[in-house]
């Protein structure tokens, strides 16, 4: 039994329990403790709880976002344990009186609903197996309130759980609480970032963030500007909006023309450049594959050689776009080299961070993207690392004015009315509504601090030496690259030599999904040889899940296991 | 005084009330009734509240999201308030009892914040006002939870109200609590739509939801396809990128080139074609305003000549963009003639429905939009009237495959591993990570259904005809045009005929903000005469709060008022 998060406090702690009220939408339950009685590390996985200590003393461990935190709780004292986020709690008084609110109830969930007990990571499933599972069809007639909560309930059963530590199927896994309460409020508040009257607080805050990661990065303060995107792609696809409108202004009315732009990007690079060149009528032949090192960096030698090339060729260097952290194997482009290449050929040069950004946080690791200070631009994606809602993307640039330039249009009087001194930030953007999308980064970095989310980051990259350490040790198991973030790459080597040793690593984690025990995604190497890549994302996430993952894929095809057999 | 929704009900209720528990996160009351007691119209604007019938019976009004209910509650049954949700209640039986379960707690929130006495629906503000206020700067070491919670319960108290009925500067107005529950779903399961994989049952959503769109449209529904895309401007911009890779399929590697493109839209299409065009490489003068008529519908005679000259200049029809809900004057294009003209001449046929496509839904407003199924495709924002969160917009199509063919490209294999019957719809967008916008409205559609939404648009607009036939009522007031949907859009002629009539109404909307009145927008007809929009999206809206709005309008500037004097 692999994923027991879900378990009733009532079955497994020894402390006495007493249903107050308890109706369809709410719960109130009042707890009875000996001294030493616990309940044991779980979590909700369809209950918001709030408790109060009405009587004694208690250890509350909450694992809570990015962090982990053991407090002594006294009479008065409450704690909110959003839905999915584990804790552990324990009576130190000689007695002891807890009382908890749960929404929805959480005695009823668990009796009413037989599948509460099945709660899988995940299930291949057709679309008809979902359908007749859940009333997804649209037609004329309403359906209640209640009626509604319980189809929410299912569906929350029922959906992929990334908040489980098996879940590595995504650059990110994990569900932080704060990141919920922040799109609870963006939700309720309805706030659209065109413009800042409609949006004060929500404006001042995107600038504030702004200016953060400005510094963060070593811009200066007074150039730094940037805008939320959604999405990395809409961050990279930003990039060459603005290159192309500082080379050639004219394009903004006039369009490309004949022009042959020319994009530099690594072979590793995201598959968003292909598609921001198809929409910005640039075409994905306009992309130049930059060759890379073994280890999977942008080499600077070849990019001198291509950029020569196209010079030559009489195309126009538009930018060069480095990946840091790049998807598959977590590489990062040398920065500073490509950095002077840019600015002694004067080419735009952006820097996707989506994934590896965080390490800017970080004392121990941020020399990984040494040199970011010379981007132009920079793609940041804090839906990934970070654990904010998604999508939370950013395009940051040191050149102030350039987002205006390239996004503003006349046509909009009836909106734009700026009489004081806040820019409608709608004017650097191709969206009118926007989502506040940046209230997510925002409240997450004003709970953990930019020192936590360095820590954080730290934290995680020790548990990818120990995982690499560990993956070391197994002999069936073959490190594909160099892990310098937080992508494990690792071939499963069959049991059996006439087994193919191609195949297997894709073949052990489809079995791991089917059959419910991890979702890992794969890809290919360079030989065509599949592999598995292990993400490292969540903030909960220990050696012992990685090494039992490893134990499952190893023990497929073997004697001792009954899959792939 | 004006915005009173928010109001203990302790002050004005005739119960008798007893806190049972109260903290800092939440609050447990028990409220005793005798017969006829009542609270009366009020919503928290800062609590949700659940409550049960613990004794008696009861009569509960809800204005809840887009219609208001009436039901009879006893024993055991319980009720949602959700934040911002008016309700009435009132006790039937000789006595009752009722427990309510306020987050956080309603008790303490009013007493001991001063500024909860001053809410206000909105407050022109500088950055540093704002800043003083609210610890927006970001720093390096963090808070706690309970001061985070502080912090959001100020934001949501200086928050622009747009859940106030005297909100109207925006297409949308009001809170529906479904689609905040919606939004929190999708962020603590943090669907993401690349994949069907990671996103069962959202994109079973999507599929089904894009399938009843289709319908309601009147294609055909093998070959209807869509996507949830970030805004009504986003829409746009994928028609204008879906006709230039039907005609031209080598666009997508090889670009423009030199081709010269046009795109026909009316004089008061929205601004996003422009940013669209830019975007795509195709500039803004690629653009051929075609003129409107007095009422603001796009000339069907005038395309017809600019479509001629277009084509004898040798420049490439690309598409024809009409619009159904006009930004300003929330105008109807005549689609059907629009849509045989290109179909005539082979040209896309585009229908921005961002605004008024709720038409649809309507039995008998549905004919504003005669002639729809002759679009190619299809701009609709449910963020807008129907009330999701924001943004909620889709682009749609009857061309089943012209999303994959310009959005697809090679280079995702560690993404897309489809081997069922699901398409992965990442292949359809420009996005790679895709928030599950679709949930809202598909939680909408199904609580309401679509005859909900129907009875709603016709409530709207029976309220229009209410407040038009007011307007006429009225000496100084001047409708500037027909109003054909929920755009009544007023002049307010001053007082005095020393005063300025060009920019009067200009003057009146800036007052009405800065008094915190009302919220609503102007613009500037084709004379330079400013004016008022007034939006009637708000579902709880009624004439009287119109009606008010007009009257302090009116009083400006008069001796009785002390405002523009």
């Known amino acids: 039994v692999l994923n027991t998060q879900e378990h009733s406090p009532l079955k497994t702690g020894n402390y006495d329990r007493q249903v107050l009220f308890s109706n369809a939408l709410f719960e109130v339950v009042q707890c009875t403790w000996a001294q030493g009685a616990a309940a044991p590390f779980h979590s909700h996985d369809s209950s918001d709880c709030y408790f109060m200590v009405e009587e004694g003393e208690f250890e509350n461990t909450s694992y809570s976002g990015l962090e982990t935190s053991v407090q002594k709780r006294t009479k008065n004292e409450v704690i909110h344990i959003p839905i999915y986020t584990p804790h552990e709690m324990k009576c130190l008084s000689p007695q002891g009186r807890t009382l908890h609110i749960y929404l929805p109830p959480i005695t009823k969930t668990a009796a009413k609903d037989d599948s509460a007990t099945e709660k899988r990571l995940f299930r291949t499933r057709t679309i008809a197996e979902i359908e007749s599972m859940l ?3 649209l037609g004329k007639t309403g359906i209640s309130s209640l009626e509604l909560q319980s189809v929410f309930a299912k569906i929350r059963q029922q959906s992929i759980s990334v908040h489980s530590e ?3 199927n995504q650059l990110f896994a994990g569900i932080v609480p704060e990141a919920v309460q922040a799109q609870e409020l963006i939700a309720s508040t309805k706030a659209t970032m065109a413009t800042f009257e409609a949006s004060t607080i929500f404006t001042v805050c995107e600038i504030e963030l702004i200016k953060a990661m400005g510094e963060l990065i070593g811009w200066n303060a007074q150039d730094s500007e940037g805008i939320s995107v959604p999405g990395g792609s809409a961050a990279n696809f930003m990039s060459l909006h603005c290159a192309r409108q500082r080379l050639f202004p004219d394009i903004k009315t006039e369009g490309n023309g004949n022009r042959s732009f020319k994009v530099f990007v690594s072979e590793h690079s995201h598959y968003s450049w292909k598609k921001a060149c198809m929409a910005l009528g640039l075409g994905t032949n306009s992309i130049v594959f930059v060759k890379t090192d073994q280890d999977g960096h942008l080499s600077a030698e070849d990019l001198k050689t291509k950029i020569i090339e196209v010079k030559n060729s009489g195309a126009i260097p538009l930018l060069v776009g480095a990946t840091a952290g790049t998807t598959v194997y977590g590489a990062f482009d040398p920065l500073e080299s490509l950095g002077q290449i840019c600015k002694y050929e004067n080419i735009w040069f952006h820097v996707d961070a989506a994934w590896g950004g965080p390490v800017l946080f970080s004392k121990t690791s941020r020399h990984l993207m040494k040199g970011v200070e010379l981007a132009d631009s920079l793609t940041f994606d804090a839906h990934k690392l970070l654990g904010t809602s998604l999508t939370c993307s950013f395009f940051l640039t040191r050149h102030r004015t350039i987002l205006q330039e390239s996004n503003d249009v006349t046509g909009a009087d009836y909106l734009f009315h700026e009489e004081g001194e806040v820019k409608d930030r709608g004017r650097m953007s191709w969206q009118c ?31 990818k030496d120990d995982f690499v350490s560990y993956i070391k040790t197994q002999e069936r198991c073959h490190l594909v690259k160099d892990a310098e973030f937080l992508n494990v790459c690792v071939q499963i080597i069959p049991p059996n030599e006439k087994m193919d040793t191609d195949t297997w690593s894709k073949k052990v984690r489809d079995r791991l999904k089917e059959e419910d025990l991890a979702m890992v995604n794969y890809s290919t190497d360079e030989n065509g040889l599949t592999f598995i890549r292990f993400i490292l994302a969540h903030p909960h996430l ?5 090494q039992e993952m490893i134990q499952w894929s190893l023990q497929m095809g073997t004697k001792e296991s ?4």
Request: hydrophobic share 45%.
């Open 166 to 168: 098996y879940f590595m």
């Open 135 to 137: 009333p997804l069809v």
């Open 562 to 565: 009954n899959l792939l057999n």
């Open 433 to 463: 509504g926007r989502q506040a999308d940046v209230f997510s980064f925002w409240t997450l970095w004003k709970k953990y601090g930019s020192d936590g989310f360095g820590e954080f980051v730290d934290r995680q990259l020790a548990l």
């Open 542 to 546: 220990k050696l012992s899940h990685l």
